[in-house]
């Protein structure tokens, strides 16, 4: 593991193998600078062990930079699960995964990723206090996509002030690519500024309910990429700017709340100078763990989620500035204050 190409010096990976449940888990705490690695737990079929590990090492990974962006008192840590979340998932998985956690301590604190459920994890609080992303308790915070998508928004007008000269969206043109739970509150509070929305996605009920209560025109997947637009706003999948769309792109910016968009880092320097500004992935989706992190406090209040959020939306701001002004990537920006953030200075 120490020659492996996404190995950062993570503080501790920890395998998990529980012979009666059939779990197979790894847990990833990148780095505990800031507090408790935090960040969610993923089940996911995949190919070979290689592959999970280097899952896990780059999204704990990731998660430290999310959560030092976002000025939050928490570390970076990821948990993946090996199996299929449509076929493998059982009680005692989850709590043969609620002892592993519970076995770190309080080192890592888990939460809900792809293909894990709100009752899922409260199957894991069975076993371990470590969990957050809960829907009951005293502090629980509930589906996160709202404020996500509220940040997203508010870092929408920090990107439009930069590349369009002007945070008023009226009448300009943002073209959406998911309208799920962060997509579709995205495409409310942007049709509410009055932008005019295209949309794609490959659910057809939630594009025509979209499409109905915002004026949105709605086009085909693959066409989101070459529409005229002064913003797209990518809310699906990862990895959807590489090589084969980096010069379809007829936009001045790129903001929205997927994770992972760029295929590889280059890519930043790319969008730099096709002219498009870009509003690296984990500083303009943090609302979510910001909303996580005020369960994990013991009290959720509101106001702090949202002073948080805005708060964040400012530091997305510099980032942007200082790339610009430095003609760098916002990409790179972002991870060299992320880095300085966690006391990495290599
Ligand atoms: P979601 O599953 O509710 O929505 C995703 C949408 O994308 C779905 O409607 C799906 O049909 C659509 N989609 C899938 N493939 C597509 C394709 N090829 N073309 C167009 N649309 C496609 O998920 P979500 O919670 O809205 O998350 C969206 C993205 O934001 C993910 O990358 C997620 O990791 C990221 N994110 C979410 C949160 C959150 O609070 N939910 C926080 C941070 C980051």
């Given at each position: 593991m120490f020659d492996h190409s996404s190995f950062d010096a993570h503080e501790g990976v920890h395998m998990f193998h529980d012979a009666d449940s059939g779990l197979k888990a790894i847990i990833a705490v990148h780095s505990s600078a800031l507090g408790p690695a935090a960040g969610g737990c993923r089940m996911w079929n995949y190919d070979t062990g290689e592959a999970m590990l280097r899952d896990a090492l780059r999204l704990s990974h990731g998660m430290s930079y999310k959560n030092a962006m976002a000025d939050l008192p928490l570390g970076g840590g990821k948990a993946v699960i090996w199996g299929d979340a449509k076929a493998d998932k059982s009680p005692e998985l989850f709590r043969a995964f609620g002892r592993a956690v519970e076995s770190l301590k309080g080192q890592y604190i888990t939460a809900e990723d792809v293909g894990i459920s709100v009752s899922d994890m409260q199957i894991v609080r069975e076993e371990t206090a470590h969990v957050a992303g809960l829907d009951e308790g005293d502090a629980a915070s509930g589906?996160?996509?709202?404020?996500?998508?509220?940040?997203?928004?508010?870092?929408?007008?920090?990107?439009?002030?930069?590349?369009?000269?002007?945070?008023d969206l009226t009448g300009r043109t943002i073209?959406?690519?998911?309208?799920?739970?962060?997509?579709?509150?995205?495409?409310?509070?942007l049709a509410k500024a009055g932008a005019n929305l295209i949309i794609t996605d490959i659910d057809q009920a939630a594009l025509s309910d979209i499409s109905t209560r915002t004026g949105a025109r709605i086009v085909a997947p693959d066409e989101i990429y070459d529409v005229d637009a002064d913003i797209f706003s990518p809310n699906a999948l990862g990895a959807i700017i590489n090589e084969k769309t980096l010069n379809r792109f007829r936009v001045k910016a790129i903001a929205g709340g997927a994770n992972n968009q760029l295929i590889v880092p280059e890519m930043g320097e790319l969008l730099r100078r096709r002219g498009i500004l870009y509003a690296p992935d984990y500083v303009i989706n943090g609302g979510g763990i910001i909303n996580v992190c005020a369960e994990i406090s013991g009290t959720y209040l509101r106001d702090w989620v949202d002073a948080k959020v805005k708060a964040l939306m400012v530091t997305l701001g510099e980032v942007l500035d200082l790339a610009m002004e430095s003609c760098e990537p916002t990409n790179l920006v972002a991870d060299r204050i992320a880095r300085q953030r966690i006391g990495r200075t290599d």
């Open positions: 589906d996160p996509s709202p404020i996500t998508a509220m940040g997203i928004y508010l870092g929408i007008l920090e990107t439009a002030k930069r590349a369009l000269g002007t945070d073209a959406v690519q998911g309208v799920g739970s962060v997509g579709g509150h995205v495409c409310e509070h």
